[in-house]
């Protein structure tokens, strides 16, 4: 038998957000493998929810540009190519396909589909001088153009659907969030470097996603790929509130002190750190310190101005 008891807090909360409820499940407690996990000031119910959003009454076409194909950004792409067919039914999508990438130099266009078996030898050698907005450009138009959609509009509502997935550590890149999201693009990313900047900023984004019906997608940028974001979110959204956040904050750092032994030469455990896509594209970011305080800072900004962060470094 289910029992759960929903405060009028939680209830107005729901409603605030425009969530459905779906279930109700275990009590809230969540645990971040043995080194970290978030504590709130009640025990309540955990739910599912989901977005009180009309599914499309036309099949999406889902156009994907991708900037930055290295460690991550490849193994993003090996992961696509094995689950693009199995997402189209989820997704209520006709198409689900990369149509661009592009590194620091170049970039690679193809509205009909980037071949994922192929793709390291075409931009090698059939890449074209990287111009930022004509990528973007591109891959809102072939979202478009593959929908059948007869609005030219991508921040419309409808089929067309085009999302820029930034693998890169650029300021660049990150910098120019508000511009693409202008542009009707969706955005996911691991790059830390937006969520590490102004507070102000931050906001200007979300506000600006929202409005224009938008994607930000940011789970990736802190928590070693672990559902922290989501899961603050969730909580925040209910009504709870967080009393403290304790952990390594340093998916790097983590991994460090669990391999490292006596016998053992420390730049050996950071070369294998490096070797399995733990660290930063380059190792120092992580040991100095500058990519642990992007992480803190993506967590206060959850909250923003509510929320004041206290952060004691072991050093």
């Not at 691991?190 to 940011?218: I, T, V």
């Not at 991994?255 to 930063?280: C, H, L, Q, W």
Request: contains cysteine; glycine residues 8%; proline residues 6%.
């Amino acid at each position: 038998m289910l029992h759960a008891v929903f405060s009028s807090r939680f209830a107005n909360s729901l409603d605030k957000t425009n969530y459905q409820l779906v279930s109700v499940g275990t009590p809230l407690l969540k645990s971040f493998g043995s080194n970290s996990h978030i504590a709130t000031n009640t025990w309540t119910a955990t739910t599912r929810m989901s977005r009180d959003e009309p599914i499309p009454s036309q099949p999406l076409s889902v156009a994907i540009g991708l900037i930055g194909p290295g460690l991550i950004g490849s193994a993003l792409l090996r992961q696509i190519a094995k689950q693009a067919e199995k997402l189209l039914g989820p997704l209520h999508a006709s198409k689900f396909a990369v149509v661009g990438l592009a590194n620091s130099r170049q970039m690679l266009l193809r509205p009909e589909g980037v071949g994922l078996d192929s793709w390291e030898g075409d931009l090698a050698e059939k890449g074209e001088p990287l111009d930022l907005d004509r990528f973007t450009s591109a891959i809102t138009s072939a979202a478009i153009a593959a929908s059948g959609s007869p609005s030219s509009d991508p921040t419309a509502p409808g089929p067309a659907c085009a999302v820029l997935v930034d693998c890169t550590a650029s300021d660049a890149v990150s910098s120019a969030y508000p511009a693409f999201v202008k542009q009707g693009l969706h955005i996911v990313t691991p790059n830390k470097k937006f969520g590490a900047g102004p507070l102000a900023q931050y906001h200007e984004l979300r506000d600006l996603s929202e409005r224009r019906r938008r994607r930000f997608m940011y789970e990736a940028t802190v928590g070693a790929g672990l559902p922290v974001i989501s899961t603050l979110h969730g909580l925040l959204e209910t009504g709870d509130r967080v009393i403290r956040i304790e952990g390594i904050l340093s998916g790097t750092l983590s991994y460090i002190f669990n391999t490292y032994k006596p016998g053992m030469r420390f730049s050996d455990v950071v070369a294998d750190a490096k070797a399995r896509g733990y660290t930063e594209p380059d190792p120092r970011d992580d040991l100095s310190g500058e990519s642990r305080n992007p992480s803190v800072y993506v967590h206060v900004e959850l909250k923003g101005d509510a929320w004041r962060c206290r952060c004691r470094w072991l050093r």
